[in-house]
């Protein structure tokens, strides 16, 4: 048996805590794997920011990217690996590059799922550019706004077509709040969506590989309390419908690592928000849910090393619009788009890898999270967002919620998610 080595890298911005944490607990688990006659090993390595021969091949087998939504230099060098090397990443580059919020929604009503209607407008302001002016004076067709407004009907909700982080995201009234935002919108291209209120219920459904976590969620708390705690408060069904539906989402998309906003109205699930391929994994954010949120990410890197998981360079429709074309009751039609998403994550063999290879992972993290240098990763990555005299208190606060989780999961085993 021939020991090999596979290679992890670590493709980060201003991520502090989670790749700290991810290191420990790999070097911990100091896995051998046996596999189609090897023994394989793992090393885990940060990718630097170096210029690069576009010939010269890539050192990693898979590479958890943070960075090239923005870092447009590692973007190409990971497109690079990816077409000449073969490189495993997540998520898919160009489809990050490409798929803004507005794709997303088409894409999924297209499917069948219930997004809110809405529209997409042009924007108020340009770029002034050389062939700005013909091209509105010959086509820019007048809209009254407040016609659509009506139509769609208030609250509804004015946001841009790609971006996140809830950047120019206003609810909406009244016609004159509109007239107001649109004005305000400036350049950003604008959709309006009917808005989903009331709704019972509010959750972010993390998905990362074939493990799907449903948290619920409070968008009206400040920014540290968002995600809650609360444990069942959705019936099995209803997890189940929410798992297929984030598989289907981000197995469309060729996003191994995403998060879904949805909100439950008259029992309906009516998704708002799925394009955030790059989601948050700040412990800052996470507290209780981060080492799940750390598990599930060393699972999935370490099951695409080890089996080689081939990365899949197109994206491949067909098989959902066949799906569709069947015309199925939708919660039907959403259980055969899961299984093609089951299929495409491979599912099954994830999970009898990681019951095989990675038995001790739990046992493994549950003690990291309570060691004191996972302690000073928090602290860390406190530091860097709060100011200098609320660091203690927020460190022990989130120390204190990962704590929490550890009381929960003291039994071990029961920390995996797939
Ligand atoms: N159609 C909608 N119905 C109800 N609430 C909405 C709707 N669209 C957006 N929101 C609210 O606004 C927030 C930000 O909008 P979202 O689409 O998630 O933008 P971003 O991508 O910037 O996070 C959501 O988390 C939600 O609270
Ligand atoms: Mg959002």
New binding site residues.
């Given amino acids: 048996m021939a020991e090999v080595t596979r290679k992890i890298g670590l493709s980060l911005g201003a991520d502090i805590c989670w790749p700290i944490c991810y290191e420990h607990i790999v070097r911990q688990l100091d896995l051998t794997i046996p596999l189609e006659g090897d023994r394989v090993r793992f090393d885990v390595e940060r990718v630097s920011i170096e210029p690069f021969d576009l010939r010269q091949p890539c050192p990693y087998d898979v590479v958890i990217d943070r960075l090239t939504h923005w870092f447009h230099t590692s973007r190409e060098w990971i497109k690079k690996s990816i077409i000449m090397d073969g490189l495993y990443v997540f998520n898919n580059p160009w489809s990050v590059q490409s798929m803004e ?1 507005c794709t997303t929604y088409c894409a999924m009503m297209h499917l069948g799922l219930p997004i ?1 209607e809405t529209w997409l407008v042009p924007p108020k302001a340009y770029e002034p550019s050389t062939d700005l002016d013909t091209t509105l004076q010959s086509y820019a067709k007048l809209f009254s706004l407040e016609e659509l407004g009506n139509q769609l009907g208030y609250p509804l ?1 004015i ?1 841009p077509y790609n ?5 120019g ?1 206003s609810k909406i009234d009244d016609a004159e709040m509109l007239k107001q935002a649109y004005d305000e919108s400036g350049k950003l291209v604008m959709h309006l ?5 009331p709704y019972d219920v509010f959750v972010r459904a993390i998905g990362l590989g074939p493990q799907v976590n449903v948290i619920k969620y409070d ?1 009206a708390a400040p920014l540290h309390d968002r995600y809650k705690i609360d444990r069942d408060f959705i019936a099995a069904e209803d997890e189940s419908l929410l798992r297929d539906m984030v598989l289907t989402i981000n197995a469309f998309f060729g996003w191994d690592f995403n998060s879904c ?1 949805c ?1 439950r109205r008259d029992g309906a699930y009516h998704p ?2 799925f394009a955030n391929p790059c989601p948050d994994s700040q412990v800052t954010s996470l507290h209780y849910h981060f080492p799940w949120m750390v598990m599930a990410k060393i699972r999935w890197s370490i099951f695409c090393a080890a089996t080689k998981r081939p990365f899949r360079r197109n994206l491949d429709w067909a098989p959902y619009y066949e799906v569709r074309e069947k015309d199925l009751p939708y919660r039907e039609q959403l259980r055969e788009y899961g299984k093609l998403a089951d299929r495409h994550f491979d599912t099954e063999r994830f999970r009898d890898f990681c019951d095989e290879h990675l038995t001790h992972l739990d046992e493994v993290a549950w003690e990291f999270f309570g060691t004191a240098v996972a302690k000073e990763a928090v602290r860390r990555k406190v530091t860097a967002l709060f100011p200098e005299h609320e660091v203690e208190e927020f460190t022990e606060h989130f120390w204190g919620l990962i704590q929490f989780w550890r009381r929960h999961h003291s039994g071990r085993g029961q920390a995996s998610g797939a």
Wanted: no cysteine.
């Fill in positions: 919020k809110p909700f946001k971006t996140g982080g809830w950047v995201v969506q009917k808005a989903v209120l968008p906003e909100l708002i928000d």
